[in-house]
């Protein structure tokens, strides 16, 4: 190894390894008491109104901004996506309601169900429920609490139920002064029992973005504030529990969070216990993620603390770094940053504003559970799914588990739910008595043949199943109406677990109509309360492979019930006929076995699609939905492979003559293959024909280096193929794949667009590029392509830009490559220096062609920016100091050209001579129709006729002269009456 490449690694090795080994214990920076005011009953006559105003509560800051541009992994696709949704059908929700229409932005919409009673909550009011949904205290603003809530609307409201005490807690801030104002109910009943009501003093900071949850020895509330000096700063309070549940005088004590980084925004979160078990005093978790795009992480991980008070002497008190779990402990990377950290990064459809992702933030609750043989808490946050593509939110969720009340914490599951391009966020995760995970989220999707304005969604998973997986269907609570006229989104959702019955899952969350915002109550359950219910999960086998005449059917049977059940009738239906067969063993209630069935399958056509249906036929059976699962199962061909992608080389400036040529290939069909025949070819040049040595199993993909390297060194654009030649390959259609490549003088990489400024929103004919994202101030779009016919009087493009401010002057010019020597001339800009008024609209520009641009394609390029600044807008090259540039392929072509001039004027045939016999010819010219190839030796016998078809930039026709006598030929390529003829000769 190169000596300072290892002099290098063991450095860094050494500061990893102590930044993990140091663990930091602080004492607390502030503690105060308050005093209880009795609040009587809540009744009819004493709520005062909510208020019914359009009101922004608590503007977010971000402050210092830690992010470094271009630090942090991964550098591609999530390693824990879970890219399908899952298929265990899963009850439809047991109750919806709209909990409250308001316009406060954001509703800060929470909720907690208690034995008797679900309390709602948003900015800055409430209301109480049965648990039927039938509403036992109206709307009412947080002020009708009375005691220290009179007169106090500052908002940022949180619910908690605290299941060990049979006691609601109400909390909310104030500024004057700053403070926390906490009620906690004098008895089970919110509505009648009356109020304790309490203000803590902050110490004059305002405690942003509050969370609470439930410990042992206290109420722990985690906050957004002091930022910059987050580890030695007041950040976390705990409350003295005991105290507050009598009405007595209660203390307040704070705590840094000490060797915390941040990037300016951040919400770190207590463990909230639920169940039936209270967790021992004292050793009270505080978890935070810490993404190594910041300043100062060096790896991606999770940070937990642990709190222990002493309320008899708080100067005892200690909070302590505790644990850092991190790759080597099974956390994978993850992009926890959207837009450099600002706070519009989700597009809605429409022109509405993008939504907060709600980044850097660990989500409403983190749920804690004691279990026989082991303590769980289930946790998530927003993540970017691929930070290399426009920005896609999935969620991250975890399971850590704690086997020992003073053992550390391991990750026991992982998983990023974000199974189609749709975004999801603002998730809210909890786990019930079983051990059954459920997520509520919301998803948004801008695609314009598909718009999904915020809706609310939830999944889940079943104690037992795949590790990491989201394996329920995904259902609905409610679909939304309209987009949501603000950035601001949530802040945050709210999930709890029914006490009642410990399986019953209760989600608020917001979603639009027109200006309005709902806060919406779903209900849902994932463990059964029946007696009698089992049902198919899943076929296990066979998968889609080269199958034969005896295939075995192997499925999942579930006991959804509590009750176990024996001899269950199990059926499959293949081909219109059914195979009956009886499940004889015992299965116990929430548990699952694999069960093969008897009889065999003949799935042995190759290629064919088998559709199975497997059903549980229990006598009695207390839910038939969850009975029936199919699947369609596929014969794969012994032998299909094909290129699925060229990953090099890439556009760029100065590509030479010797560029490494690189694809993926995958294994299509139902056998490993090995010693697979590649190519590629660059242009209509000759094939560059090699071999892969290796061995592809079934389902897999590898990547390839060609040894023969290619010559682009001239500049201009290529179009680059490569593909397979299996012998006896099942389908050519997936055999090969075509990238184009630009030798470029110039890429004006550097420029800065983290303010919105450059080119957000690109159409012009058949490209529609939205959501483009900012990167380095360079984009490499040359793949999408569109026709432009020189015939038509104008064109229209349609341009967008994200930034514009008082002054600005963001501009744009655009220019095509007319005669493809790889730079962009002043004669050849068609648009120059147009001014874009205003951010987020949609500006038409026409544009004309000139008469005479040469046929065929062409690279455009487009650029904008703020001309205030460094840089030439004009200059193709120039790097401005605040823009973008974005490369893209037209295609022109005449429509009133006739076809003789087209053929014989414009187009060249060349015949390319590749190797035994085998000859390439092609016609170079962008003409679309359908044209005849012929072949004629020199006595004017044919010996060849075929239709050919134009493949994008040329005729292309491979032609077997192998089995021909040596000798002269002339080849035609045109229509009958009118064509292109090139002599060659056979050797």
């Known amino acids: 190894m190169n000596s300072k490449l290892l002099y290098f690694l063991l450095i860094f090795s050494f500061f990893t390894l102590n930044f993990y080994a140091q663990k930091d214990i602080a004492k607390p920076v502030f503690r105060d008491s308050a005093q209880a005011i009795f609040s009587e009953a809540i ?17 977010r800051n971000r402050g210092i901004n830690k992010v470094v541009p271009g630090k942090g992994y991964p550098k591609g696709v999530d390693a824990a996506l879970q890219s399908k949704k899952g298929k265990i059908p899963s009850r439809a929700p047991i109750l919806n309601f709209d909990a409250v229409t308001t316009r406060s932005t954001p509703s800060d919409p929470t909720g907690v169900a208690g034995l008797n009673h679900y309390l709602n909550a948003w900015n800055s009011a409430f209301s109480i429920y049965d648990k039927e949904g039938n509403i036992l205290m109206p709307p009412a603003s947080l002020a009708s609490i009375g005691g220290e809530f009179e007169d106090e609307t500052l908002g940022d409201p949180i619910v908690v139920y605290d299941q060990f005490a049979d006691r609601y807690l109400i909390s909310q801030f104030s500024d004057t002064p700053e403070s926390f104002l906490i009620a906690v109910s004098r008895g089970p009943d919110p509505v009648n029992d009356g109020w304790y009501t309490y203000r803590f003093s902050t110490n004059r900071v305002l405690p942003d973005y509050p969370k609470i949850s439930v410990w042992s020895d206290g109420y722990y509330i985690t906050t957004n504030k002091n930022s910059n000096t987050a580890d030695q700063s007041q950040v976390i309070y705990v409350i003295e529990r005991d105290q507050m549940l009598q009405g ?156 020992g009340d003073d053992s550390d914490w391991i990750v026991h599951q992982e998983g990023t739910y974000a199974p189609d391009k749709s975004d999801r966020f603002s998730g809210s995760i909890g786990i019930d008595d079983q051990g059954n995970i459920g997520l509520g989220f919301t998803v948004l999707d801008d695609s314009p043949g598909d718009p999904i304005f915020p809706s609310i969604r939830y999944t889940g998973r079943y104690e037992g199943d795949e590790i990491g997986i989201m394996t329920l269907e995904e259902q609905s609570l409610v679909e939304g109406q309209s987009p949501n006229p603000s950035s601001r989104y949530g802040d945050y959702a709210h999930l709890t677990v029914d006490p009642s019955d410990g399986i019953t899952f209760w989600h608020n969350a917001e979603y639009f109509q027109g200006e309005n915002r709902l806060n919406h109550v779903g209900v849902f359950r994932l463990a059964s309360d029946l007696t009698r219910d089992v049902g198919i999960t899943e076929i296990v086998s066979p998968i889609d492979a080269s199958l034969g005449a005896n295939e075995q059917i192997t499925v999942t049977i579930r006991n959804f019930g509590v009750s176990a059940q024996s001899n269950i009738p199990v059926s499959y239906r293949l081909n219109g006929e059914t195979v009956n067969d009886v499940y004889t063993d015992r299965i116990e209630g929430a548990s699952s076995v694999d069960f093969t069935f008897s009889e065999t399958a003949d799935l042995s056509e190759t290629g064919e699609f088998y559709e199975i249906a497997v ?40 590509l030479g003559r010797n560029e490494e040529v690189s694809i993926t290939i995958e294994n299509f069909g139902g056998e490993p293959q090995s010693d697979i025949p590649v190519w590629y070819q660059v242009g209509s040049n000759n094939r560059v024909e090699e071999t892969y040595p290796g061995t592809i199993a079934v389902g ?13 060194s001239v500049d201009g654009r ?94 744009f010019s655009m220019w095509i490559d007319l005669d493809d020597d790889g730079e962009f001339d002043d004669d050849e800009r068609l648009i120059t220096s147009q001014s874009l008024t205003q951010a987020n609209t949609a500006f038409p520009f026409d544009f004309t062609l000139p008469e005479n641009a040469p046929l065929g394609q062409h690279l455009l390029r487009i650029r904008a920016g703020d001309v205030r600044y460094e840089g030439d807008l004009n200059s193709p090259c120039d790097v401005m100091a605040y823009g973008t540039t974005h490369d893209y392929s037209v295609n022109i072509i005449d429509s009133e050209l006739d076809i ?88």
Request: aromatic share 10%.
């Open 43 to 59: 009744s009819e006559s004493s709520l005062v109104p909510p208020k019914d105003e359009h009101k922004i509560y608590n503007p």
């Open 615 to 654: 059903q549980t036929n229990l006598d009695g059976d207390q839910n038939s939905a969850n009975d029936t699962i199919s699947r369609i199962i596929r014969n794969l061909p012994p032998r299909d492979v094909g290129v699925t992608a060229v990953n090099a080389p890439v556009t760029s400036e100065n």
């Open 718 to 811: 290529y179009m680059l193929t490569a593909g397979t030649q299996l012998q006896d390959d099942f389908d050519p259609s997936n055999d090969s794949q075509e990238a184009s490549v630009a030798n470029l003088n110039c890429i004006p990489e550097g420029s800065d667009c983290d303010f919105g400024d450059g080119i957000s929103y690109f159409e012009l004919g058949d490209i529609l590029n939205e959501r483009i994202p900012c990167t380095d101030g360079y984009a490499d779009f040359i793949s999408y392509a569109t026709n432009l016919d020189r015939a038509e009087e104008n064109y229209t493009l349609t341009v967008e830009t994200f930034f514009q401010a008082e002054g600005d002057e963001e501009r």
């Open 700 to 712: 897999a993909d590898a990547v390839y280096n060609f040894q023969q390297t290619a010559n682009l």
């Open 900 to 987: 003789e001039d087209f053929i014989l004027n414009e187009a060249e045939l060349k015949v390319l001579d590749e190797f035994n016999g085998h000859y390439r010819v092609v016609l170079e010219t962008s003409f679309d129709e359908t044209l005849r190839i012929t072949v004629h030796n020199v006595l004017g016998q044919k010996m060849l006729e075929n239709k050919v078809e134009n493949s994008g930039d040329a005729y292309i026709y491979d032609l077997d002269m192998s089995y021909a006598a040596c000798g002269v030929y002339l080849v035609r390529i045109g229509t009958r009456q009118v064509g292109k003829v090139k002599r060659f000769i056979v050797k």
């Open 248 to 403: 007595e005088t209660a203390q307040v004590v704070s705590f840094p969070l000490p060797g915390i980084e941040t990037n300016g925004f951040y919400s770190p979160a207590g463990f909230n216990a639920m169940g039936n078990n209270m967790p021992p005093r004292g050793n009270a978790p505080i978890i935070y993620l810490q993404d190594d795009a910041w300043a100062g992480v060096p790896e991606d991980h999770l940070k937990i603390w642990l709190i222990n008070v002493d309320w008899d002497n708080l100067n005892n008190s200690t909070i302590e770094e505790s644990q850092q779990l991190g790759s080597a402990s099974g956390v994978s990377p993850f992009t926890a940053t959207f837009d450099g950290g600002a706070f519009s990064n989700l597009a809605q459809p429409g022109n509405a504003p993008d939504l907060d992702a709600l980044q850097a933030t660990m989500m409403y609750m983190t749920q804690y559970r004691r279990f026989l043989d082991h303590n769980s808490v289930v946790l998530n946050f927003v993540v970017d799914v691929d930070p290399t593509q426009a920005e896609h939110a999935g969620i991250r969720w975890y399971e850590l588990r704690q086997y």
